[in-house]
Nanobody
Framework: QVELVESGGGLVQAGGSLTLHCAASTSIFSFNVMGWYRQPPGKQREWVALITSAGNTNYADSVKGRFTISRDNAKNTVYLQMNTLKSEDTAVYYC????????WGQGTQVTVSS
């Protein structure tokens, strides 16, 4: 069974930065795509960013230019560097990994105070 463990969330002031980590229990080479999603309070889960096994990236318009997704294959870890955080970035952030199945982490809370 694949496990994804997120870490790095917390409370930060608007304009600040955080880096989220997603550590996989298996080689991330086994996944075609890994990504980050978030669920703001009272809203549905939404896609934030993805990175393919080839290293290609894509971002939601709301975070483009502020967030950067990256991967360290040796550490089986995917990162989400979040800069210039806004109050609307407040959410539970989830890591996702896909091959023939989709796997989710337990989520990490990010709270941005204005």
């Amino acid at each position: 069974q694949v496990e994804l463990v997120e870490s790095g969330g917390g409370l930060v002031q608007a304009g600040g930065s955080l880096t989220l980590h997603c550590a996989a229990s298996t080689s991330i080479f086994s996944f075609n795509v890994m990504g980050w999603y978030r669920q703001p309070p009272g809203k549905q889960r939404e896609w934030v960013a993805l990175i393919t096994s080839a290293g290609n990236t894509n971002y939601a318009d709301s975070v483009k230019g502020r967030f950067t997704i990256s991967r360290d294959n040796a550490k089986n870890t995917v990162y989400l560097q979040m800069n210039t955080l806004k109050s609307e970035d407040t959410a539970v952030y989830y890591c996702n990994a896909q091959n023939r199945r989709s796997f989710w982490g337990q989520g990490t809370q990010v709270t941005v105070s204005s």
